[in-house]
T-cell receptor, first 114, second 117 residues
Framework: AQSVTQLGSHVSVSEGALVLLRCNYSSSVPPYLFWYVQYPNQGLQLLLK??????LVKGINGFEAEFKKSETSFHLTKPSAHMSDAAEYFC????????????FGKGTLLTVNP | DTGVSQNPRHKITKRGQNVTFRCDPI?????LYWYRQTLGQGPEFLTY????????KSRLLSDRFSAERPKGSFSTLEIQRTEQGDSAMYLCASSRRTSGGAGDTQYFGPGTRLTVL
């Protein structure tokens, strides 16, 4: 069965600092990996995804993530945090087969301090 | 492309009552998903439709839950005899089948927040 672990339920950074949100997954087949962001009382918005090909994936709002198969990781980074980045971030995995459901981590709440 | 819409956005009900939620997917998206999100948790998969066919149901979907997608367009999720444990955000997502399935990206609606008193 698939699972996703997000290390750190709450990450706090200063504006302009590096953002690093960690995600490790388990999957019995090559996975498809996703990062979503959720603002209060809203649905989830896709930040970026990895399916095949280049392991460094660039997304919206300056975020990027790197798929490391040997470490079963898909950490999300952004060089310089902005106040508007404050939100909850979810990592999700899907099997590369015909199983289309997403399995999510528990989320990481990002706080950006002025 | 107007995005996935869900109605109502909020629902407060008394224990034992029935509730129904509606999801309108992005037009031409043939796949539709329901997830449930409780406080402090990530979304959990409930069920999935391809066109009008319900192809997978989670063990979370008890007999009190039923989902339909008539004509392969909008979907409804009904909860009968609601319990306090049903209080959660119910999220709908849709996607479009792509060649090979690799690009199947789910787009989420704003959710329906259910509170059972």
């Amino acid at each position: 069965a698939q699972s996703v672990t997000q290390l750190g339920s709450h990450v706090s950074v200063s504006e302009g600092a590096l953002v690093l949100l960690r995600c490790n997954y388990s999957s019995s087949v090559p996975p498809y990996l996703f990062w979503y962001v959720q603002y209060p009382n809203q649905g989830l918005q896709l930040l970026l995804k990895y399916t095949t090909g280049a392991t460094l994936v660039k997304g919206i709002n300056g975020f990027e993530a790197e798929f490391k198969k040997s470490e079963t990781s898909f950490h999300l980074t952004k060089p310089s945090a902005h106040m508007s980045d404050a939100a909850e971030y979810f990592c999700a995995v899907r099997d590369g087969g015909s199983n289309y459901k997403l399995t999510f981590g528990k989320g990481t709440l990002l706080t950006v301090n002025p | 492309d107007t995005g996935v819409s869900q109605n109502p956005r909020h629902k407060i009900t008394k224990r034992g009552q029935n509730v129904t939620f509606r999801c309108d997917p992005i037009s031409e998206h043939n796949r539709l998903y329901w997830y449930r999100q409780t406080l402090g948790q990530g979304p959990e998969f409930l069920t999935y439709f391809q066109n009008e066919a319900q192809l997978e149901k989670s063990r979370l979907l008890s007999d009190r839950f039923s989902a339909e997608r008539p004509k392969g367009s909008f979907s409804t999720l009904e909860i009968q005899r609601t319990e306090q444990g049903d209080s959660a955000m119910y999220l709908c997502a849709s996607s479009r089948r792509t060649s090979g399935g690799a690009g199947d990206t789910q787009y989420f609606g704003p959710g329906t927040r259910l509170t059972v008193l």
